[in-house]
């Protein structure tokens, strides 16, 4: 199974904030990603270019997009948001996934986030079963 495509998966961090889901995408064009994660209170677009190295399966961020609620839905919600100087720490190294033997799950090194420490999991699948919100069909 080759490593480019799809991966849906998540960050674990035995809840709260830091928790989030979403998506990899490993292209197989210059060696680039594109990944996204959220929970309710905010989304996380990091992308960059990635290698393999025996196992390891390696992310270089090159950029970061982090979008947080309004000051109106953050009256409105009380979100418990992971603050932007901690996001840009954990995503301002590389980020390092172990590929399982089957080739079919990616875990990451264990990172701090939110004072938590937590960990990626990536599964590939035949076709992403993430949808964003703004993506899904509407129903007939």
């Known amino acids: 199974m080759p490593l480019y495509g799809n991966w849906t998966g998540r960050f674990e961090a035995g809840g709260g904030p830091a928790e ?3 998506f990899l995408q490993l292209y197989a ?3 680039k990603f594109k ?5 309710r209170a905010q989304s996380l677009d990091p992308v960059g270019t ?3 190295k025996g196992r390891r399966v390696i992310l270089q961020f090159a950029e970061l997009r982090i979008t947080v609620p309004t000051e109106v839905e953050s009256k409105r ?3 418990k948001l992971v603050p932007g100087d901690d996001l840009r720490a954990a995503y301002g190294n590389s980020l390092i996934l172990e590929l399982s033997s089957d080739g079919r799950k990616l875990t990451g090194l264990p990172i701090q986030l939110a004072g938590k420490s937590g960990r990626h999991v990536f599964e590939k699948t035949a076709q992403s079963s993430y949808v964003r919100p703004s993506e899904a069909p509407s129903p007939k």
């Open 20 to 22: 989030m889901s979403g």
């Open 50 to 52: 990635w290698e393999l």
């Open 29 to 31: 064009t210059n060696g």
């Open 77 to 79: 919600h009380v979100y």
């Open 35 to 39: 990944m996204h994660l959220a929970n």
